[in-house]
């Protein structure tokens, strides 16, 4: 009965390639984000979506795409893969915009 | 404006000591300012937060005191234990929902 769930947990793959993340959560939440944490622990915002609309897409590559098929899945494929996107990815959600996240246990991309 | 500064990066203290992480913002729009716990392997999990219309909100062993005109708030951890060895990252966000992560500090309990 894991809140937020994403796979895959690790994915390791090479330079070049285009990969996906899955982000589920079964709170009944309206509003979903993906967030990057690099090597040093720290962690930016990239998207949010909100009851399937984007509402926040920060600085980030146009490789990076987030999906909302509905309100309970974000995510994200990218595209190109390059050696600066090895990070853990996590996913979160909250009942609305400005209430509190919860985050999944992430996403580790290792890009060889 | 966007930023929110954390210390110390790491912290060492004795099992039943204080822990005290300090955390300062410089944008006023900012009003939830939640404290982050993540163990190695999870994501972070929400500790305690706080809104700028109060100065301290305790929660357990888990206290933070806020500063709204020096724009600073801390995370005091009382009665520290081994258990709470994790790191921990403050945060600050605005009414569009972006949440601002402080650097993170790495807080290790000695037995």
């Known amino acids: 009965d894991t809140a937020v769930s994403q796979t895959p947990k690790y994915l390791v793959t090479q330079m070049g390639n285009d990969k996906s993340i899955k982000c589920e959560q079964n709170l009944g939440h309206d509003t979903m984000y993906w967030y990057k944490q690099d090597s040093k622990k720290f962690l930016k915002i990239m998207f949010s979506y909100n009851n399937k609309e984007l509402i926040i897409n920060e600085t980030v590559p146009n490789r990076f795409s987030p999906k909302s098929p509905d309100k309970a899945h974000l995510n994200l494929h990218i595209n190109s893969l390059e050696l600066g996107d090895s990070a853990v990815y996590f996913c979160a959600s909250s009942q609305f915009v400005d209430q509190p996240q919860h985050f999944g246990d992430g996403t580790r991309l290792s890009i060889l | 404006q966007q930023q929110v500064k954390q210390s110390p990066q790491s912290l060492i203290v004795q099992k039943g000591g204080i822990s005290i992480i300090n955390c300062a913002y410089e944008n006023t729009a900012f009003d939830y300012f939640p404290w982050y716990q993540q163990f190695p392997g999870k994501g972070p999990a929400l500790l305690i937060a706080i809104r700028p219309d109060v100065s301290e909100k305790k929660e357990g062993r888990f206290t933070i005191s806020f500063n709204k005109s020096a724009k600073q708030f801390s995370l005091h951890i009382m009665d520290s234990q081994p258990g709470d060895s994790a790191t921990y990252f403050c945060?600050?966000?605005?009414?569009?929902?972006?949440?601002?992560f402080g650097q993170g500090t790495e807080l290790s309990v000695k037995p």
């Open positions: 945060a600050a966000e605005n009414q569009g929902g972006k949440l601002i």
